[in-house]
């Protein structure tokens, strides 16, 4: 099986679109668990091994198909600028229905810190408003070590403090 990876560049109006950057030949089409994440980013972009911190995007259709995969921020040793606007643009070109953002710790320290919790909240809740659902935001740290929001409750925790909210707001 083979997962494109893309850029966006701009047409002569200026609008975004896809231009596929390279395809990698990988044997997983579906995403079935934060693992198999891990494994096609390291894999595809050998990100364990960075120097710097990078945040990659996959997009997904409805059934966890990868419509495609995208580097969107590449920073500093220990930042990377990661805006919601750059994240959902291209999720919405690449027509996905979910997303999932990786990305890495050059330290080797898989553990978030309080900005990657405030980050992944905030895409969280903007994916919400705009219909594309967060399935995890993963941190990639050296050999095969992850820690994925979605395995460790906080994406759910996210979902439930929506509820209280909307329940308290009735």
């Known amino acids: 099986m083979s997962i494109s990876t893309y850029v966006v560049e701009k047409d002569a109006e200026r609008h975004p679109f896809l231009v596929e950057e390279q395809k990698i030949e990988y044997g997983v089409s579906c995403i079935q668990s934060p693992k198999d994440v891990v494994d096609l980013i390291n894999h595809a972009f050998r990100l364990r091994f960075m120097a710097e911190e990078y945040v990659y995007l996959l ?100 979902g439930r403090e929506d509820s209280n909210e909307q329940t308290q707001s009735l």
């Open 59 to 158: 997009s997904l259709d409805s059934k966890g198909h990868i419509l495609g995969m995208f580097e969107v921020s590449h920073g500093t040793v220990n930042s990377s600028h990661c805006n919601p606007r750059e994240i959902f643009l291209r999720s919405l070109v690449s027509g996905g229905n979910s997303a999932i953002i990786v990305h890495n710790h050059p330290s080797g320290d898989t553990s978030p810190s309080d900005t990657d919790i405030y980050v992944s909240k905030r895409l969280y809740d903007a994916g919400k408003l705009i219909g594309i659902n967060v399935d995890d935001f993963i941190i990639v740290g050296e050999e095969d070590e992850y820690y994925s929001f979605n395995e460790e409750g906080m994406i759910s925790q996210y």
